[in-house]
């Protein structure tokens, strides 16, 4: 493992951290917290300082399979309620979020190690997602009822599919579980929600804060292991939907248990987003854009700018100009000033990071930047740049999911985008010219399902996320998010 070594990276640490308000102990069932039909319970860390902020429960097979019993009694009542009064329950829990701003942010970034400026992003982006999706329940529509048969009158039912298992991820917890939350109460389903084990008390929060706001049994929480948790949810026969956010591997495991009862599933896995810089680009925009995009959350998220493409004519000058901007990177935990990064999520996947850094040097690659674990408490790493990187090399191909940017050539455009789409996933990239035919031309050719050109990571609630190949199928955000989590039943009239 990579020892530590003395950083050349600002490093802020706070005194006296921030002391979050802590959810309840307990499984959220039926719209109040019970206790765990298990005794066994989760350490739940501070990555930034290594302190333990709380225990939550393991959760059991019995407390899933509660939750979904509740979710179940109480389907009928919630998908008889009208797109207006859905609206109104997403709205009122917007406006929860917004009233206690100061709890949420100070809980996540406690139980992240996120700098504050992730954390007040993370938390207006998940009010803005109830407040979309508030209108969007509101917004349908579909084709018209009309005579497609002589003397036939057919209408398009759109209904909820009803019980949906929702698996959130630990690098946005409150967000991502907004992201599922908002769009399947608001086609009318009722959830069981299990947040990652390593950050779930955003979460357990807004349960806590919101439970006078929502009917009994429509949202239920349920914390524990996902092989134990998760896999129930997953093979669950009450279940009729598993949605996840997570890694690959994690997605094949809920498709294949899903599968037994033929159930759906809503995808959305990694990512590895090449970042394509032609010859004609401004290249001090394009740095400035992997120095946001690249490390945003630590580089901790599956959209992130980590594979960089160059022109082989325009590489050098890029490179300098990377480097002397991720150079100037801030490094900090919460409550310890302005810091662009904070630490990674916890202690084992601290070690993966430095893991794969060891691979780069093993490999004879150039670390232009970093590449090196930061002393002291926490889990933090120097952000870092790897440069000189040959075609195929496994940092091309391999998601890492920490501060860590590769750079590669390539001679022409058609070299770019093969090279771009050689990968197994297919999330997001972008393209960087000032060429208008190119622009248009080459995201057309990219496989994946969100590609910006002359920015990355600039994410609309409007607009659909989700991606193609390896990273998954389900779109999260816009009103296809929606469709994804409601069914259409065609019912048609004879006339004579």
Not at 142 to 167: K, M, Q, W
Not at 262 to 267: E, F, N, Q
Not at 312 to 326: D, N, Y
Not at 349 to 376: C, F, K, P, S
């Amino acid at each position: 493992m990579t020892t530590a070594e003395k950083t050349l990276f600002t490093v802020l640490r706070a005194e006296t951290p921030p002391v979050p308000a802590l959810p309840p102990v307990g499984q959220f069932i039926g719209g109040k917290f019970v206790p765990s039909t298990s005794s066994e319970t989760a350490d739940v860390v501070n990555p930034a300082t290594e302190g333990i902020l709380m225990q939550v429960p393991a959760g059991t097979v019995e407390d899933v399979d509660a939750a979904v019993a509740a979710a179940v009694a109480a389907k009928a009542a919630w998908a008889a309620t009208t797109p207006r009064d859905r609206s109104a329950v997403l709205l009122k829990i917007a406006d929860v979020i917004e009233a206690n701003r100061e709890t949420f942010e100070t809980l996540e970034a406690a139980n992240t190690g996120k700098p504050a400026a992730v954390a007040e992003d993370d938390i207006s982006s998940a009010i803005d997602t109830f407040r979309f999706s508030a209108g969007a329940a509101r917004a349908y529509s579909t084709l018209g009822a009309d005579d497609y048969a002589e003397n036939h009158t057919s209408v398009i039912h759109r209904e909820p599919v009803g019980v949906v298992g929702v698996i959130t991820p630990w690098n946005y917890p409150l967000l991502m579980a907004a992201w599922k939350i908002a769009p399947v109460l608001g086609a009318g389903n009722t959830l069981v929600l299990k947040p990652s084990e390593q950050t779930p008390l955003t979460t357990l929060k807004l349960a806590e804060l919101i439970a006078a706001e929502v009917p009994a049994g429509v949202i239920n929480i349920v914390t524990g292991p996902g092989r134990v948790v998760g896999n129930r949810l997953s093979e669950h026969p009450g279940v009729d939907l598993v949605a996840i956010t997570g890694s690959v591997g994690s997605g094949q495991k809920v498709a294949a248990s899903a599968a037994a009862s033929v159930k759906r599933v809503h995808l959305e896995l990694g990512g590895k987003a090449p970042f394509v810089v032609f010859d004609d680009a401004d290249l001090e925009a394009a740095a400035k854009g992997v120095r946001s995009a690249g490390f945003w959350n630590g580089g901790q998220e599956c959209g992130a700018a980590c594979r960089v493409l160059v022109h082989e004519s325009v590489a050098e000058k890029f490179t300098e100009l990377l480097v002397r901007e991720i150079s100037d990177i801030t490094i900090g935990a919460p409550g310890a000033g302005e810091a662009e990064i904070g630490s990674m999520i916890s202690k084992a996947h601290y070690e993966r990071v430095l893991a794969a850094l060891d691979d780069v040097r093993r490999d004879g690659l150039t670390i232009a930047v970093g590449g090196n674990a930061i002393d002291g408490p926490g889990y933090f790493i120097e952000p870092t740049v790897v440069t000189k990187v040959p075609a195929g090399a496994p940092i091309t191909s391999n998601e890492i999911f920490g501060p860590v940017v590769s750079v590669e050539t390539f001679s022409t455009d058609e070299e770019a985008v093969t090279r771009a789409n050689e990968t197994i996933y297919g999330l997001a990239a972008s393209v960087w010219t000032r060429d208008s035919a190119r622009s248009l031309t080459v995201p057309r050719k990219l496989d994946f399902g969100t590609v910006w050109v002359n920015s990355h990571l600039v994410i609309a609630t409007e607009m659909p996320w989700g991606g193609f190949k390896g990273s998954g199928y389900g779109r999260d955000l816009s009103s296809y998010a929606l469709d994804d989590f409601s069914r259409t039943k065609h019912v048609m009239y004879n006339r004579c």
